[in-house]
């Protein structure tokens, strides 16, 4: 398979994981309210959909991680940029850790939302204990 081709497949199967996201998501918010007992759509039910809308979202995380990993050269370029608008070229150690930097940066700032989201108070006052509603078997993965 040659390059341009890999990237087209990887690219195509990244616009469908994400159009499945969104879809399933809108599924799940707007066809398939909480609270609406054995409601079910195609055969499965809110958290049947939840499940596939978990698996698409690892799928699309994996593929974009291809995706930059195909394009480093070109986020290499972009960082160093960022970092030093007026440098025209660095060495290509160089550039790899301006990348490296940012692709760091970007992780950093993701964690710091999901650890946030973690220790977000819930509505009631109460902190959900480790992520996974508190007391008893609640389901989940």
């Not at 066809?31 to 055969?43: A, D, H, K, T, Y």
């Not at 690892?58 to 608008?85: D, E, G």
């Not at 150690?93 to 700032?109: D, E, I, M, S, Y």
């Amino acid at each position: 398979m040659g390059r341009n081709t890999l990237h087209f497949a990887v690219d195509g199967l990244l616009f469908l994981a994400v159009v499945s996201l969104a879809t399933t998501g809108l599924l799940m918010a707007f066809v398939l309210p909480p609270g609406q007992g054995g409601w079910q759509v195609w055969g499965l039910s809110r958290h049947q959909w939840g499940d596939l809308h978990y698996w698409v979202a690892v799928t699309m995380l994996a593929l974009a991680i291809l995706h930059v990993a195909l394009n480093w050269p070109w986020v290499c370029s972009v960082a160093v940029r960022l970092l030093r608008p007026q440098t025209q070229s660095l060495p290509g150690w160089r550039q790899n850790v301006a990348g490296t930097a940012l692709v760091a940066v970007v992780a950093v700032l993701i964690g710091a939302l999901l650890w946030g989201a973690s220790r977000a108070k819930v509505a009631g006052g109460e902190r959900h204990e480790g992520g996974r509603g508190g007391q008893g078997y609640h389901g989940g993965r």
